[in-house]
């Protein structure tokens, strides 16, 4: 178990700028979600995976943001046209299918648009 | 939608001593699942402890305890003997056991640990 991995771990862009960001789950969860962070604040729900298909999105997921997961192993979240009120963390998670499996998070990708 | 409350933005407490954190929840399902999840600054999300809703015994982590009080739809988590590594953010999050996917987080409670 080598843990969720994240990249980049920051990441300065000027707005209007696209950016994306990488995750690597654990390898044998088929499950992998993105939540974003800001500041004080819990996680909020975005995407969800089960394997390679995209089984549901939050509606804070603006049409500007698109996540795939095109194997089934790593995703990537991007961001196009971004926005100062992107600016947040975004935590990448995953788990297994099975009933009750806790999430494993990553360090997460801390995101500021100026 | 199910709504976490934590109504405690920060908790400090003396190490070896006691805390307890508050976690309130809204939710119109019998069958879900509770977690409390610690975030050390700078670090990743890890799980302290869960709850099954359908169980009536609290849940025991070493250190950590909760008091889950389903007809109060209260989730507190105890902290006892507490140490420096502590200090952290501490999540309440809900799990629906029907769309099992998602975690509602709490908005958090900074623990704050006294040498």
């Known amino acids: 178990d080598t843990g969720v991995s994240q990249n980049p771990r920051h990441k300065i862009t000027k707005r209007g700028q696209n950016v994306t960001f990488r995750c690597d789950p654990i390898?044998?969860?088929?499950?992998l979600y993105w939540y974003r962070q800001t500041l004080g604040q819990g996680p909020e729900f975005l995407t969800y995976f089960q394997n390679e298909a995209q089984l549901e999105k939050s509606r804070l997921l603006s049409d500007r943001f698109s996540a795939e997961r095109p194997k089934g192993s790593f995703s990537t979240l991007e961001i196009q046209r971004t926005e100062q009120g992107d600016s947040a963390m975004y935590l990448c998670?995953?788990?297994?299918?099975?009933?009750?499996?806790?999430?494993?998070f990553g360090n997460g990708t801390r995101l500021t648009v100026t | 939608a199910q709504t976490v409350t934590q109504s405690q933005p920060e908790m400090s407490v003396q190490e070896a001593e006691t805390v307890t954190l508050s976690c309130t929840y809204d939710t119109s399902e019998s069958d879900y699942y509770l977690f409390w999840y610690k975030q050390p600054p700078s670090r990743q999300m890890i799980l302290v402890i869960r709850q099954e809703a359908y169980k009536q015994q609290n849940a025991t982590e070493n250190r950590f305890s909760v008091n889950f009080q389903k007809a109060a739809k209260s989730f507190s988590l105890k902290i006892s003997d507490s140490q420096l590594g502590d200090a952290a953010m501490y999540f309440c999050?809900?799990?629906?056991?029907?769309?099992?996917?998602?975690?509602?987080f709490g908005a958090g409670t900074t623990v704050t640990v006294r040498a």
């Open positions: 998670a995953s788990s297994r299918t099975s009933e009750n499996s806790p999430l494993h």
């Open positions: 999050a809900y799990r629906s056991g029907i769309n099992d996917y998602k975690l509602s």
């Open positions: 390898s044998e969860h088929n499950r």
